[in-house]
């Protein structure tokens, strides 16, 4: 038993650390190829983000344990509401600029019911996986040309911005892009075979470890991201953040996963987890709501996001079977 939890701790401190140097040689890499900076956060950052997740979901379904891909996913958006935005909200209220309130969160909901319409049936399939990979697809071309159109590329200014605050040399890049990889693929696997062990040990199932311990560690980038942002007065970004970090999670994770092993859903994720993500999606955009201005989620906010991802995760802990 002491192996698997020193591999999985092992495995979750490297990916959080590989997945930084991933995304920072990524994104110079792009940058050095000319690649326009909106295109570069859209695409580079944003996957970026959720690479760990996707990483981890990839190797947990070829390995065959499907519900740890899934589970990894659907957990991941629970987390990034309840722990991120809502730790975050408890260290500086955060700003819910209308548009979000109008366009992004509402498409996140969108897009959470059709990931749930398309697996209610019972099974995720190559078809299904192949439907939430060509939507990730169109959604990333209409955000950038939505984007060019509005001439607000907001986005395109923060990674100018990050990338004049951390530059790094072309070799330099390549080298952090590689190594980044490489680490991803190694962390994930050394996490997806010790969080099985301990499942097994434990008599939990595949599906609640990875909506706890896979969810929360493969989150603990966007954590980090969230708190230092919130540190320096950005803390508007990290809704945003999290927002597109769960439409790639719904998207792109499990589109991946059901691409390399098509797989059965539990009736637990239908009818407990996907609806928790939709429930804190909608609670979101009850908070952020204020009439004809931007709203805000402010600390009491912030403090109940929180206690309802507590609560949620306690329950998994106490009914793990």
Request: charged share 15%; net charge negative; proline share 3%.
């Amino acid at each position: 038993m002491l192996v698997p939890i020193l591999a999985t701790l092992g495995g979750l401190a490297a990916l959080a650390w590989s997945a930084d140097k991933f995304v920072a040689g990524a994104a110079a890499v792009a940058r050095y190829l000319g690649m326009a900076p909106l295109l570069i956060g859209m695409v580079v950052i944003g996957f970026g983000t959720s690479a760990p997740e996707m990483v981890v979901s990839a190797f947990a379904a070829s390995g065959g344990d499907p519900e740890i891909a899934l589970g990894n996913a659907f957990g991941s958006n629970i987390a990034n509401i309840g722990l991120i935005l809502g730790t975050t909200a408890i260290v500086l209220p955060i700003i819910v600029k209308r548009g979000i309130l109008r366009k992004e969160l509402p498409l996140l909901l969108v897009v959470t019911m059709v990931a749930w319409l398309l697996m209610s049936d019972g099974e995720l399939s190559r078809g299904d996986a192949g439907v939430l990979a060509v939507l990730l697809v169109v959604l990333l071309t209409w955000q950038i040309l939505a984007a060019r159109q509005d001439g607000e590329d907001d986005l395109g200014k923060d990674v100018e911005h990050a990338a004049e605050a951390r530059h790094m040399s072309r070799k330099a890049a390549w080298v952090w892009l590689a190594v980044g990889l490489v680490l991803l693929v190694v962390s994930s696997r050394l996490l997806v075979w010790g969080a099985v062990e301990i499942a097994e040990s434990l008599g939990w199932s595949d599906l609640v470890i990875g909506l706890t311990v896979v969810a929360i560690g493969t989150s603990a980038p966007e954590l980090a991201s969230a708190l230092a942002a919130a540190r320096h007065g950005e803390n508007d970004l990290a809704l945003g953040n999290v927002i597109g970090s769960n439409l790639f999670n719904t998207l792109g994770v499990v589109g991946l996963a059901g691409l390399i092993a098509p797989a059965a859903v539990s009736p637990e994720l239908l009818y407990r987890d996907i609806p928790m993500v939709a429930f804190m999606t909608v609670l979101v955009l009850i908070f952020g709501f204020r009439f004809r201005r931007n709203g805000r989620i402010n600390r009491f906010e912030g403090v109940a996001l929180l206690l309802l991802w507590v609560g949620y995760t306690a329950y998994l802990v106490l009914n793990p079977a």
